[in-house]
């Protein structure tokens, strides 16, 4: 279980997270508490943020339930928390004041956002809470209530003060009420405080107020409040009765707080990542941003347009506009005559014109604006974490005029979650794009490939006309990723994707299917046709390119199948092609060849080949043989590798060369490697139960195997059910276990490592990067590829190496193998430069275990 922020639960996943999204993904993390719950009520997981304010760790809190952080053995807590999970059961989601406890006992106040996530069937799957911490707000509440009669005396509090009578009538306000409201007490004593200050406020909520003051409550409402001036904000008023000794109401002391940021917050922004949460489209959310804004100000007509990667504006939500309005302003350009918001836009600024008829910015638009009434426009540029302006926020007005403050900080509240909107509808449009085009060289990805192919044989079908599939598989990629590195390799692949896309008909189709698989379809294209285009894709791509200090030719492989001779649908006619271009590859590579039936018998008899292994692995018809190991220094034995044999019953003995590759390309690589490890395992046991001494057996695993998350309790259940202990079994990795991209690799070696099994890097030197990934495998164990060993005698560059794979042993502590040891000479030069341990031919070839265990026998006797 990780930390989680905004993204977890969404953007896992294959595909690599666009860097828009993640901009605004960050910026959540940092302002928001974030954690999710299983439907159980249980942590799945938290952000930073919410481990931090609560004081645990994220492993102390994964599995525990949700009331670790309610408040213990409060009713009213307890009734709260079961009705928020009501709600979330019945798919609703519930917003509120609620008070949680850290580890450390303090009350932790959240203004939260609870929402759930139901499957196809309504039933919850789990819940997202988004929280901001509002202790500090809470806290200083109750301060102020508490501290009510000191506040009377302390006229400067920032905080408004009203003193009323037993009637109600305003006898007494502070300093800090005639700076908020702008009233002196000469012009308001008498008059009831909320009339006064909420003049819209109903009769109900007064009837209300009245009540609890004649029953000695206090009294609380949060409002939006008018000043003198006739400015807006939202206040806080805690009403106190004051009762004299037979409980008959003398006064009321009401404290007023600036709630206005908060408010704001709470009705747009939260709102707003609500509607995010519930991935509402982002002119839905745009259109309910507009209608909050004209809730609160009325006089005021709210608009919203989006800036593209063109700098051109386009619509997307002005609910209270007509439609003719945003149509006509729909692509306009940003500049710096282009109204309020294309100048907007364009200056990167705001942008104010009180007098739209007569500022020069309007010119073009003026009239426009004078037909629907418009006669005022403040355009703010709506800008992404990026700098970028993505769009912009204005409000039109029906008189001359320009917007106050209160206006200025409803928009700065609203721009900032536009922008996280429009960043993340940009992600998305991304993640479309993604779907469908390959992201390295941008030609259309498999899924779009097919699509297209599949229109394009249902138009030859109608026309009566062939179709040219070309399967096309670059030479030797794997090596040119391996030696030169992925940054050339990535290179390559956009080269060989821009000469592909040369001088093809708009009807032609170029797409890259997977890896360095590249897929022509081609209508109204015969054989003779697509022989001139296979000719010239060859010859494309053999054009010497620099990349990087060095000059590369791209060689490849194609094939060719042709509709509807070799098929009627996009699949048989890629598997067809597919198969023409193996037999390109195994003939002549750098060549092309058409599919025929020949082909495709081969093809048949390897699949039933794969068909055959599979069925031997099942039934345990494969067998192990031992190859042993011995020390240098004294002839003893280090141990044995297990390698697999395959005696088919009618094809006879079938060489690993080519059941092991098959393996690996069908799927079959995993089980066969299980079985390798648990037969070893046994031949092990068996040996220890009748005292033969083989200090231990190595296995060799593909990276597939390593792929499996539960190997590691696998190989320990093998060690425990045949009382082995852990060291004296050795795993044989190579460095593509970590080159091949998956990420839960490594973490499966550290926890095989972890059991005590020891780790040997097999094929040592044959890669570029052996080294880095050296440094970060626990292995305990080299071995010196057999390929230096056969050069030994009469290679300086190979002796040179073979020294320098000891020296890094020694410096590392590692015990180093030399395998491929065919003769004395070679033990001489391999003794002579410190090798600790031999394997080859030159000691026994590998043998079934009976005869291992007479090859034992007669060492140990001529010993």
């Known amino acids: 279980m990780r930390e989680i922020s905004l993204a977890a639960g969404h953007l896992s996943g294959t595909t690599p997270t666009p860097p828009e999204i993640q901009h605004h993904v960050e910026a959540i993390d940092r302002a928001m508490l974030l954690a999710r719950f299983s439907?159980?009520?249980?942590?799945?997981?938290?952000?930073?943020?919410?481990?931090?304010?609560?004081?645990?760790?994220?492993?102390?809190?994964?599995?525990?339930?949700h009331e670790l952080v309610c408040p213990p053995s409060r009713p009213e807590a307890h009734q709260q928390h079961i009705e928020l999970w009501r709600t979330l059961r019945a798919g609703k989601h519930w917003a509120g004041l609620v008070e949680r406890v850290a580890r450390d006992g303090r009350s932790v106040w959240l203004e939260a956002t609870y929402a759930p996530r139901m499957d196809e069937h309504g039933h919850l799957q789990s819940v997202l809470a988004v929280s901001s911490d509002v202790s500090l707000r809470v806290e200083h509440e109750r301060v102020q209530s508490k501290r009510l009669w000191q506040s009377l005396v302390v006229d400067e509090t920032d905080s408004a003060v009203i003193v009323t009578d037993g009637a109600w009538r305003i006898v007494y306000v502070n300093a800090g009420f005639v700076r908020m409201f702008g009233y002196q007490l000469e012009e308001i004593h008498g008059r009831r405080p909320i009339a006064l200050l909420v003049p819209n406020v109903k009769p109900a909520v007064i009837e209300e107020a009245l009540q609890c003051a004649n029953a000695g409550r206090p009294f609380k409402l949060e409002e939006l409040t008018w000043a003198k001036d006739g400015q807006r904000f939202w206040n806080k008023l805690i009403i106190n009765p004051v009762r004299d000794a037979h409980g008959t109401l003398v006064n009321t002391v009401s404290v007023v707080t600036d709630i206005t940021e908060a408010k704001m917050h709470e009705i747009i922004h939260h709102r707003g990542l609500d509607a995010m949460a519930r991935e509402i489209p982002v002119v839905d959310l745009m259109t309910m941003i507009c209608q909050e804004v004209e809730r609160i100000s009325p006089e005021v007509v709210a608009s919203i347009l989006a800036v593209d990667e063109n700098n051109t504006l386009h619509a997307l939500a002005a609910p209270s506009l007509p439609e003719r309005?945003?149509?006509?302003?729909?692509?306009?350009?940003?500049?710096?005559?282009?109204?309020?918001?294309?100048?907007?836009a364009w200056r990167h600024e705001e942008?104010?014109?009180?007098?739209?008829?007569?500022?020069?910015?309007?010119?073009?638009?003026?009239?426009?604006?004078?037909?629907?009434?418009?006669?005022?426009?403040?355009?703010t540029p709506i800008i992404s974490s990026k700098g970028q302006v993505v769009g912009t926020?204005?409000?039109y007005y029906r008189e001359k005029r320009g917007p106050d403050e209160f206006h200025r900080r409803l928009v700065s509240v609203c721009v900032n979650l536009c922008a996280l909107a429009l960043e993340r509808e940009a992600a998305r449009e991304q993640i479309r794009k993604l779907a469908f085009y390959d992201s390295l060289t941008g030609l259309p990805n498999r899924s779009l490939l097919l699509a297209k192919a599949e229109q394009a044989i249902a138009g030859a079908a109608r026309d009566r006309t062939q179709l040219a599939v070309l399967f096309i598989d670059l030479d030797r990629f794997k090596q040119i990723n391996d030696t030169l590195g992925h940054t050339v390799g990535d290179e390559v692949l956009r080269l060989a994707a821009q000469r592909l896309s040369e001088g093809r008909r708009g009807s032609d189709i170029v797409g890259r299917?997977?890896?360095?698989?590249?897929?022509?379809?081609?209508?109204?294209?015969?054989?003779?046709?697509?022989?001139?285009?296979?000719?010239?894709?060859?010859?494309?791509?053999?054009?010497?390119?620099?990349?990087?200090?060095?000059?590369?030719?791209?060689?490849?492989?194609?094939?060719?199948?042709?509709?509807?001779?070799?098929?009627?649908?996009?699949?048989?006619?890629?598997?067809?092609?597919?198969?023409?271009?193996?037999?390109?590859?195994?003939?002549?590579?750098?060549?092309?060849?058409?599919?025929?039936?020949e082909m495709n018998l081969r093809a048949q008899e390897r699949l039933a080949l794969e068909n055959a292994l599979r069925e031997a692995i099942e039934q345990q018809q494969l067998r192990l043989h031992y190859q042993p190991q011995v020390m240098v220094e004294d002839g003893r034995l280090y141990g044995v590798e297990?390698?697999?044999?395959?005696?088919?019953?009618?094809?006879?003995?079938?060489?690993?060369?080519?059941?092991?590759?098959?393996?690996?390309?069908?799927?079959?690589?995993?089980?066969?490697?299980?079985?390798?490890?648990?037969?070893?395992?046994r031949q092990l046991a068996d040996w220890q139960s009748r005292g033969i001494a083989v200090p231990s057996v190595a296995v060799n695993l593909s990276p597939t195997s390593f792929h499996n998350v539960e190997l590691p309790d696998i190989i320990s259940a093998l060690l425990a059910r045949y009382q082995l202990e852990p060291a004296r079994l050795m795993l044989e990795i190579t460095e593509?276990?970590?080159?091949?991209?998956?990420?839960?690799?490594?973490?499966?070696?550290?926890?095989?490592?972890a059991l005590g099994v020891k780790l040997s890097m097999d094929d040592f030197g044959t890669g570029y990067s052996s080294l880095s990934y050296l440094r970060r495998l626990p292995?305990?164990?080299?071995?010196?590829?057999?390929?230096?060993?056969?050069?030994?005698?009469?290679?300086?560059?190979?002796?040179?190496?073979?020294?320098?794979?000891?020296?890094?042993?020694?410096?590392?502590?590692?015990?180093?193998?030399?395998e491929g040891v065919e003769d004395e000479k070679q033990l001489k030069l391999l003794r002579q430069q410190g090798f600790h341990v031999i394997q080859g031919f030159y000691l026994a070839k590998p043998l079934p275990a009976p005869m291992l265990e007479g090859w034992l026998q007669k060492r140990t006797a001529n010993v």
């Open 325 to 344: 309005f945003s149509v006509a302003l729909e692509g306009m350009p940003s500049g710096p005559q282009e109204g309020s918001c294309g100048t907007a």
């Open 736 to 753: 593509n276990v970590l080159i091949d991209g998956n990420a839960a690799t490594l973490d499966t070696i550290q926890e095989v490592h």
């Open 513 to 597: 299917l997977a890896g360095d698989e590249f897929v022509l379809v081609l209508p109204q294209c015969d054989a003779r046709r697509v022989a001139d285009v296979a000719e010239q894709i060859l010859q494309g791509l053999g054009r010497p390119h620099r990349i990087g200090d060095a000059t590369h030719v791209i060689s490849a492989s194609v094939g060719i199948s042709l509709y509807p001779g070799n098929g009627e649908d996009i699949e048989t006619l890629l598997r067809r092609a597919d198969i023409a271009m193996y037999e390109a590859k195994a003939g002549n590579r750098g060549s092309y060849s058409f599919f025929s039936n």
């Open 39 to 65: 439907a159980e009520g249980r942590f799945l997981g938290a952000n930073r943020l919410f481990l931090d304010r609560f004081g645990y760790d994220l492993a102390e809190i994964v599995d525990a339930p």
């Open 779 to 818: 292995v305990s164990e080299l071995k010196l590829d057999k390929s230096f060993v056969h050069d030994l005698a009469h290679d300086q560059t190979a002796q040179a190496l073979s020294e320098a794979v000891i020296r890094i042993g020694e410096s590392l502590n590692l015990v180093v193998v030399a």
């Open 351 to 379: 942008v104010v014109v009180t007098d739209i008829e007569h500022d020069p910015l309007w010119t073009r638009y003026a009239a426009l604006a004078a037909s629907f009434g418009l006669k005022a426009c403040w355009s």
């Open 642 to 681: 297990a390698l697999a044999r395959w005696h088919h019953p009618v094809l006879g003995e079938i060489s690993p060369a080519r059941f092991i590759p098959l393996a690996e390309e069908s799927g079959l690589i995993g089980n066969l490697g299980l079985w390798v490890l648990e037969e070893a395992c």
């Open 393 to 395: 926020f204005a409000f």
